[in-house]
C-alpha cells in the first residue's frame, strides 16, 4: 500500500470591509496631518509690501516661504528672507519685511561708489539698478546676524538703517511667487 500524504491548504485571509475602510481612513488622516504639518512648520506664504524688492519682488505679491530653513540657521548669501527688526522703530506699520542676505556673520560689508563689497569682493548683483548712487557704508556683521539689503536701494529701509538682523528674527526664505499668475516663478539668488 502507497502513502499518499495530505499538504496543508493556505487558505488567504481576506480582509473585512470594516477592515479596508479602517486602513482607507488611517491613510487619509494621515494624509492631512502631514499636510498641516508642512502647512504650518515648513512652508507659509507671504505677502509683499512696499516697493523695496524690485524688480525682485512686487508690492502684493504672495510669496511661498519655507519657514524650517532659517529656523536650522541654514542662510546664504543671496537668500530673499522675510524678517522682524530687532528695533523697535522698524519700517512704521510693518511686522515683517522682505529683503536680500548680503552679509553673513563675520563678514565685512562695505558700499563705495555705487558698488557692494563683500569681504573686499564685488558682489556681482544683476537684480539691482547700479546707475543709482548709494552712501558709502562700512560694517562688520556679528556672530548670529545676517547683513540684509533690498534690491531696491534708494527706497529701501535695511541693515544701512537698522543694522544687521538676528538670524533668530528670519521667518522664511522666499522659495516662489505663487500670485499673481503672470509672476509665477522662483525667487533667485546669486552665489
Not at 509690501?49 to 543671496?78: C, E, F, W
Not at 546676524?145 to 535695511?158: C, I, M, P, Q, T
Request: net charge neutral; charged share 20%.
Amino acid at each position: 500500500m502507497k502513502a499518499i500524504s495530505i499538504g496543508t491548504v493556505e487558505t488567504q485571509r481576506r480582509p473585512t470591509v470594516w477592515a479596508k475602510k479602517a486602513l482607507e481612513c488611517i491613510g487619509i488622516l494621515s494624509g492631512v496631518a502631514l499636510g498641516l504639518v508642512l502647512g504650518t512648520v515648513v512652508f507659509g506664504t507671504a505677502m509683499v509690501a512696499g516697493v523695496s524688492m524690485q524688480p525682485t519682488l512686487h508690492p502684493h505679491d504672495y510669496v511661498l516661504i519655507n519657514k524650517y530653513t532659517p529656523t536650522l540657521g541654514r542662510v546664504r548669501r543671496g537668500d530673499v528672507v522675510f524678517l522682524r527688526w530687532d528695533d523697535e522703530n522698524a519700517e512704521q506699520g510693518s511686522d515683517v519685511v522682505v529683503k536680500r542676505i548680503i552679509g553673513l556673520p563675520g563678514d565685512r560689508v562695505e558700499i563705495r561708489g555705487g558698488q557692494v563689497y563683500v569681504n573686499g569682493e564685488p558682489l556681482d548683483e544683476p537684480y539691482v539698478d547700479h546707475r543709482l548712487v548709494y552712501e558709502a557704508f562700512r560694517y562688520t556683521v556679528p556672530e548670529g546676524a545676517v547683513f540684509v539689503l533690498g534690491d531696491n536701494r534708494s527706497n529701501s529701509e535695511d541693515s544701512r538703517d537698522h543694522g544687521a538682523v538676528s538670524i533668530t528674527n528670519i521667518v522664511g526664505k522666499a522659495v516662489c511667487v505663487i500670485w499673481p499668475p503672470g509672476r509665477w516663478g522662483p525667487v533667485s539668488g546669486f552665489r
